[in-house]
Nanobody, 120 residues
Framework: QVQLVESGGGLVQPGGSRRLSCVAS????????MSWYRQAPGKERELVAS????????NYAPSVKGRFTISRDNAGNTAYLQMNSLKPEDTADYFC?????????????WGQGTQVTVSS
């Protein structure tokens, strides 16, 4: 059974940091690119960051570039999103997705999401 389980969300103050994790099971994690998406209330889902299966090539949305870092541990079947210098506009539900290939706009597998609230 394929599963992607996100964790690490919560309440954080503006300027703070948070690391999200996405643990994968039920498929060969190292064969898939991974992405993080977010959806704020009343807004469309947006791509935050993607990482190639090799862990080297990465892509970021302009709104998070320089503040967020996507990484992965293929041995541990886990993808991460390190979020620094958080802003209130980063408040959203964050989802990880497994992609057939890097740059694929439609992940084949999705997690249930973890909520991040940036507020003082």
């Amino acid at each position: 059974q394929v599963q992607l389980v996100e964790s690490g969300g919560g309440l954080v103050q503006p300027g703070g940091s948070r690391r999200l994790s996405c643990v994968a099971s039920g498929f060969t994690f190292s064969n898939y690119a991974m992405s993080w998406y977010r959806q704020a209330p009343g807004k469309e889902r947006e791509l935050v960051a993607s990482i190639h299966s090799n862990g080297i090539v990465r892509n970021y949305a302009p709104s998070v570039k320089g503040r967020f870092t996507i990484s992965r541990d293929n041995a541990g079947n886990t993808a991460y999103l390190q979020m620094n210098s958080l802003k209130p506009e980063d408040t959203a539900d964050y989802f990880c997705g497994a992609d057939r290939s890097f740059g694929d706009p439609d992940p084949i597998y999705w997690g249930q999401g973890t909520q991040v609230t940036v507020s003082s």
